[in-house]
């Protein structure tokens, strides 16, 4: 009896060491995943915890280089947290989206050989990682604003107003206010009468009536004529 009271015993402490063995080895197992997880948050999945954000460069002083346009962004971790492109925009609104050129030490690199001539205006990338500068780290320096209006105003204002104006209106106003007025202006005329002009009217006028006095006469001598012989013959 003594013995079985024994082996029951032994066989009770057997179970519980072997549940107990069962229970350590699933908490090590769980906090070993948890502090893998850990470690891959702070550390090498570091980027995860970066929210996304748009950045502008720095374009101030830079190198004077008139071939291309170059900007880099560096203290990067690796060429993973590179902004695969940025957007470049020129002074009068030229636009160019810039992809990753070259990744080296912790440095993207974008070049283009877009708008020379022209100043920038600014660059923006957007990233999610963290890193120390985004610069413009050369390009040309003798840009210089194009100035299409300066050019083209006064060569044709001064050329066509003082040739037309001086030319129509000295030349028509003189030409043809002198020849009209003294045409137009009346000749006078005599309002009195000769004396001869007078003394003429009047004596044709005496010699009508004495001609028809004289045709009065000679009717009438004729038609007394006649009435006598009438009168002698019957």
């Known amino acids: 009896m003594s013995g079985l009271r024994l082996l029951n015993a032994s066989g009770t402490d057997s179970s519980v060491a072997v549940g107990f063995t069962r229970r350590t080895i699933a908490l090590l197992v769980a906090a ?15 980027t995860v915890a ?37 957007t470049v925009t020129w002074v009068g609104g030229a636009t160019e989206v810039v992809d990753l050129t070259d990744f080296t030490g912790g440095v993207a690199h974008y070049f283009t050989t877009s ?64 020849s009209e007025t003294p045409s ?3 000749v006078p005329v005599p309002t009195a009468v000769p004396a001869g002009a007078a003394g003429a009217g009047t004596g044709s006028a005496a010699s009508v009536l004495g001609l028809m006095l004289v045709a009065g006469g000679v009717v009438a001598g004729t038609a007394l004529i006649a009435r006598r012989r009438f009168l002698h013959d019957s």
Do not use: M, R, Y
Not at 35 to 43: D, E, M, R
Not at 52 to 81: K, M, R, V, Y
């Open 50 to 86: 970066h929210a996304q954000t748009t950045i502008t460069a720095t374009i101030g002083d830079h190198e004077c280089n008139e071939e291309e346009w170059h900007f880099l962004i560096n203290g990067l971790a690796s060429e993973e947290d590179a902004p695969a492109s940025i």
């Open 184 to 186: 137009k202006t009346p």
């Open 32 to 46: 070993a995943v948890g502090l893998a997880t850990f470690v891959f948050l702070i550390g090498g999945g570091g």
């Open 115 to 178: 708008n020379l001539g022209i100043p920038v205006q600014s660059a923006t990338a957007d990233i999610d990682a963290e890193f120390n500068n985004f610069v413009l780290s050369h390009g040309p320096c003798d840009t210089s604003t194009p100035s299409p209006t300066p050019s083209e105003t006064p060569s044709e204002t001064p050329s066509e107003t003082p040739s037309e104006t001086p030319s129509e209106t000295p030349s028509k106003t003189p030409s043809e206010t002198p």
